[in-house]
Structures are given as C-alpha cells and as structure tokens.
C-alpha cells in the first residue's frame, strides 16, 4: 500500500488548507484512512481519520469543528479540510492507513502504512 499525500503550503492565520492522500495498492477500499501531525520539537499526534465506507469519522478534540475528514472511495482518496487554522497548527502532516485498526483505537496506536509528510505552515 501506498500514500501519496499533498496540499500543504503556507497560509496567513485564519485561512484554510486542504490535503489530499491517494492510496494506492493493496485492497484500498477496505483502509480506514487518516491524518495525523508533528509539529516542531512535539511527537505526533492523532488528527483525524475516516473509516473504510466513509460513514464513520473520529477526530482529535483539539481540531473538532475546525478540521473536516471526508473521502471518495471509488477515488481512494482522503481529504482534510482545514479552516480557521492557527500558527499551532504548524505542522508536517502525514496520511496513514490500516484495515485493521478500530477507528476509536487511532487515538492511541500507530496505523500500519504511512505516507510521507507534507508541511503546512501557518504564519502571517
């Protein structure tokens, strides 16, 4: 499986940003899919993920109602809509993957396939 993720760049505080993360390989449609983030000098955290069909959606509570995860199976991609983004949203942001793993359990494991960064910075 892999993951191609992009969307990143720089925007001024209270903007928004989208990213996307294409799958490829594999059984796709069956990989809940998400996002998580390392900002500088922080370990990576949980930020948002999406199961298999679309309908389920866990997010961290430090992104609900500002970040929405959404994906188009038939596509094999995830979004991540930003808005209202703050310089504490600074971050490389990184799409992951697991057929596996319960959408409730992303909070604390690691899923198994990873994508490679992609840097969202947010400063005026």
């Known amino acids: 499986v892999q993951l191609q993720a992009s969307g990143g760049g720089l925007v001024q505080p209270g903007g928004s940003l989208r990213l996307s993360c294409v799958v490829s390989g594999g059984t796709s449609s069956s990989y809940a899919m998400g996002w998580f983030r390392q900002g500088p000098g922080k370990e990576r955290e949980f930020v948002a993920a999406v199961s298999w069909s679309g309908g389920e959606t866990k997010y961290a509570d430090s992104v609900k109602g500002q970040f929405t995860i959404s994906r188009a199976t038939a596509k094999h991609t995830v979004d991540l809509q930003m808005s209202s983004l703050k310089p504490e949203d600074t971050a490389a942001y990184y799409c992951?993957?697991?057929?596996?793993?319960?959408?409730?359990?992303?909070?604390?494991?690691?899923?198994?396939?990873w994508g490679q960064g992609t840097q969202v910075t947010v400063s005026s």
């Open positions: 992951a993957a697991d057929s596996r793993l319960l959408l409730r359990l992303w909070t604390s494991q690691r899923p198994r396939y």
